[in-house]
């Protein structure tokens, strides 16, 4: 699951949401569906690290602590 960190990230950053995903290699519905939990996200997933990375959030960060057990 995503972090809520980068969830905030996104929605209160200055770019929208489309140029983050677009700058992450990801199409901005995919980005939509991973902060909306459609999709499911397993610790580690290289399209939210890739969010991260856009946004200056450390990997670690970027998912919810019981998707890291």
């Not at 972090?3 to 770019?15: H, P, R």
């Not at 997933?45 to 450390?58: A, C, E, F, M, T």
Request: hydrophobic share 40%; with cysteine; charged share 25%.
């Amino acid at each position: 699951m995503v972090s809520q960190k980068l969830k905030v990230a996104i929605k209160l950053g200055d770019e929208p949401a489309y140029k983050i995903a677009y700058k992450a290699g990801i199409d901005p519905s995919t980005l939509s569906k991973l902060i909306c939990g459609i999709v499911n996200v397993k610790a580690g997933d290289q399209r939210v690290i890739n969010v991260g990375k856009v946004l200056g959030i450390p990997p670690e960060e970027c998912f919810r602590e019981e998707a890291q057990l």
